[in-house]
């Protein structure tokens, strides 16, 4: 059964086409640099914002329309299944992410909730083997359920921290099965409303341990798939463990869990915690811990989530410059957990939105590998830092001073005399080629 039977394969036809069912800017056999786009980007697919969400809001019920969901239970789930492979050929993308619910519905009990898990993965794991798109990432979602409600990891909860356990050592079990390249941690309830009634200290020490047993787990299995945090400060608790990329590599450092993750980096998140998404991946690459992305924007009007799917081509065009500078994602990639507007609710408008997102990190990929190539931003950051490469400075960076020495230096100046750090005309720089080399 076809799902979305007036639209063909996705093809690249060039800037100048007009067509709204081809990409623009994305062609994923383009070299930039030394790897195709196609590699150097690793698109995925959400399958819970892509073929489970039904357009529902606080304030309204869902507006979709998707042929599948005239299924209920089971017979929903292997729909949706098929819708995503017809999705996943047509779109070309070379992969796709999950939580386990996002494929099969909970059962009566846990054991019935695996078993649903076992016929879902057995009949996607006969997809994959017809298909090019493979699995980026799984999850656990521990935060929707009722039983959640304080916590998963960090609940006060004991039967709680076990259920969580049981549900994460089923999706490492999938992982393996599947060959999924990396498995997140997403604490979505990981986290306090007030300290008045949290024991903060418990909560993340069995927050670590829970951690530290999922390593040994994998271990034992032979799962070898890269584990990744996702950070966010807020929404739905108060205050989440996992606040940002500097909160949560503390976090790792104290539990010694620094060498097991990296960080899946979603843009929606960095900007709720008060960064710019290129200082989340900044952040994380300057202290290696880079591993994956969740390609979203967020609405600067409204203080939520909003995970629109991304359009912004000077943020695109930053956050590849820290990417390309980071050697790639590696076994990462970029994952579109974004939904479409709850006004766009016909199944064409899944294809637009996917087509947008791709055409925008294209033009960053191509416009961020230029400014590299040319050491535009290189440049200016070296100048402005080059009185740490001689003379004093250079005895401060190299350790080779003390605050005697540094004292006597100070005494010794007549004046000090700063350089503008010309920001407007840097600006005016990335501008100038975002429009020179979008297209190119």
Known sequence: MSYFNNIGKINYEGPKSTNPYAFKFYNPEQKIG???????LRFGVA??????????????????VRSWDKFSEMDLAKARLEAAFELFEKLNVPFFCFHDVD???????LKE????????VS??????????????????????????????ASSNSADVFAYSAAKVKKGLEIGKELGSDNYVFWGGREGYETLLNTDMKLEMDNLGRFYHMAIDYAKEIGYDGQFLIEPKPKEPTTHQYDFDVATSFAFLQNYGLQNHFKFNIEANHATLAGHTFEHELRYARDINMLGSVDANQGDPLLGWDTDEFPADLYTATLAMYEII?????????LNFDAKVRRGSFEPEDLFHAHI?????????????????????????????YKSYSEGIGLDIVSGKTDFRKLEDHALGLNEIKQESGRLEKIKATINRYLITYAAE
């Open 34 to 40: 030394n790897q195709t786009m196609e590699e150097y």
């Open 47 to 64: 399958y819970w914002h892509t073929f489970a969400m039904d357009g529902s809001d606080p304030f309204g019920a869902g507006t979709m």
């Open 103 to 109: 494929i099969a519905p909970e059962g009566s009990n």
């Open 113 to 120: 909730t695996n078993q649903n898990l076992d016929t879902i």
């Open 123 to 152: 009949m996607m794991k006969d997809y994959m083997k017809d298909s090019k798109t493979k699995l980026l990432w799984n999850t656990a979602n521990n935060f929707t359920n009722p039983r959640f409600v304080h916590g998963a």
């Open 325 to 333: 500078k980071n050697g790639g994602l590696g076994r990462g990639g």
């Open 356 to 384: 947008a997102g791709m055409d925008t990190y294209a033009i960053g990929l191509k416009v961020a590998q230029k400014l590299i190539d040319d050491k535009v931003l290189e440049d200016i950051v070296e100048n402005r």
